[in-house]
């Protein structure tokens, strides 16, 4: 049987990368060991792509170059990574997916969202996330989050393009209610644990079943 594929997506800073950490500690203690990746990345070509991206110092990139970039890396991340650790049975977690590119690109950049659709059905019809948890919260929450850091790419736009991000990644999860569970970002990590926890025991039931 092959193993479940995990993403987790969200806006910047929301904890996307401190929650990938509890799930793989949940997932350990039921035995299931997993890998653990993130896009854009997971590849040495899909982190290449990740830094040239994410440094910013490309003058003027479209969104939907930037959109095609993110599915170059993906088919590879795809091929080289996530099919091939499911067909052996592991499981998958991974930071960010093809929703982050609706949500990003799509929603942020105003990419068509159709043709976004189009080319996640060409990449892979054959395979989607079993279980997403989207963390959501006020752009304002995540940001502040991060605000040491030096931004990147895309923790350089303006507050209007985080809400049209947060907002596609809410319309996806309207859209699809079982694979995408929505938790709110804001209260202490122990509270969105616990949250994030009983999502898990919900899935561990029906997916090992
Ligand atoms: N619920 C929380 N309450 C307060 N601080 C948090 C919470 N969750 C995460 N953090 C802190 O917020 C910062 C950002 O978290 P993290 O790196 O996990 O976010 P991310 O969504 O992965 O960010 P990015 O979009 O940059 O990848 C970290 O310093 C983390 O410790
Ligand atoms: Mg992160």
Redesign the pocket.
């Given at each position: 049987m092959r193993g479940a594929f995990i993403t987790l997506e969200?806006?910047?800073?929301?904890?996307?990368?401190?929650?990938l950490e509890f799930v793989r500690d949940t997932l350990a203690a039921a035995d299931i060991p997993a890998v653990v990746t993130r896009e854009p990345g997971g590849t040495a070509l899909g982190e290449i792509i990740r830094d040239w991206i994410l440094k910013g110092n490309h003058g003027r990139l479209s969104a939907e170059t930037e959109t095609l970039l993110m599915f170059a890396a993906r088919a590879f991340h795809l091929d080289e990574v996530i099919r091939p650790a499911l067909d052996a049975g592991h499981w998958v977690i991974c930071?960010r997916f093809s929703d982050a590119t609706v949500a990003y690109q799509g929603g942020g950049r105003r990419a068509d969202k159709g043709w976004i659709q189009s080319l996640r059905a060409a990449v892979h019809a054959d395979l989607e996330p079993d279980l997403t948890l989207l963390?959501d919260a006020p752009v304002e929450v995540?940001l502040n989050?991060?605000r040491t850091?030096e931004p990147d790419h895309f923790?350089r736009e303006n507050r209007d393009f985080f809400a049209r991000v947060r907002a596609a990644y809410l319309e996806l999860a309207r859209d699809e209610p079982h694979r995408i569970k929505v938790i709110d970002?804001?209260?202490?990590?122990p509270e969105?644990e616990s949250r994030i926890s009983g999502h898990m025991a919900a899935f561990l039931g029906v997916f090992s079943r």
């Amino acid at each position: 049987m092959r193993g479940a594929f995990i993403t987790l997506e969200g806006t910047e800073g929301v904890g996307k990368t401190t929650c990938l950490e509890f799930v793989r500690d949940t997932l350990a203690a039921a035995d299931i060991p997993a890998v653990v990746t993130r896009e854009p990345g997971g590849t040495a070509l899909g982190e290449i792509i990740r830094d040239w991206i994410l440094k910013g110092n490309h003058g003027r990139l479209s969104a939907e170059t930037e959109t095609l970039l993110m599915f170059a890396a993906r088919a590879f991340h795809l091929d080289e990574v996530i099919r091939p650790a499911l067909d052996a049975g592991h499981w998958v977690i991974c930071d960010r997916f093809s929703d982050a590119t609706v949500a990003y690109q799509g929603g942020g950049r105003r990419a068509d969202k159709g043709w976004i659709q189009s080319l996640r059905a060409a990449v892979h019809a054959d395979l989607e996330p079993d279980l997403t948890l989207l963390l959501d919260a006020p752009v304002e929450v995540g940001l502040n989050r991060i605000r040491t850091r030096e931004p990147d790419h895309f923790e350089r736009e303006n507050r209007d393009f985080f809400a049209r991000v947060r907002a596609a990644y809410l319309e996806l999860a309207r859209d699809e209610p079982h694979r995408i569970k929505v938790i709110d970002a804001t209260p202490s990590l122990p509270e969105i644990e616990s949250r994030i926890s009983g999502h898990m025991a919900a899935f561990l039931g029906v997916f090992s079943r």
